[in-house]
């Protein structure tokens, strides 16, 4: 037992002396804006446009359905996010 608190004492400073607290850096800010970006929709039962309002708000663009966009409106962003219902579309019967 005495030999067991010895070799922890010897070994505890060699591996405490690898840990060492970092003060955080300067707080830089942080977005998740995506600039020159929006959220396009469609839906049916209004579960898209839930949903499409969760991401553009986590990824702070606007968001608009897609049925009210022109095409000259689309072709101005840098990037596109596009949500469309799976159901209750009639493509099934096609």
């Known amino acids: 037992m005495k030999l067991s608190i010895t070799t922890t004492l010897l070994v505890l400073p060699g591996v405490v002396s690898g840990f060492s ?3 955080p850096k300067a707080s830089r800010a942080s977005s998740t ?4 970006s929006i959220v ?3 839906t049916s039962t209004g ?9 553009s708000e986590a990824a702070g ?4 359905d897609i049925g009210d966009a022109s095409e ?7 990037s596109l996010i596009v949500g469309a219902p799976t159901w209750h579309t009639g493509a099934d019967e096609q």
């Open 33 to 36: 804006s995506l600039d020159g």
């Open 72 to 78: 000259d409106e689309v072709k101005g962003y840098d």
């Open 61 to 64: 663009a606007s968001m608009e």
């Open 40 to 42: 396009y929709y469609s």
């Open 47 to 55: 579960n898209t446009e839930t949903v499409a309002g969760y991401i």
């Open 21 to 23: 607290f970092v003060a």
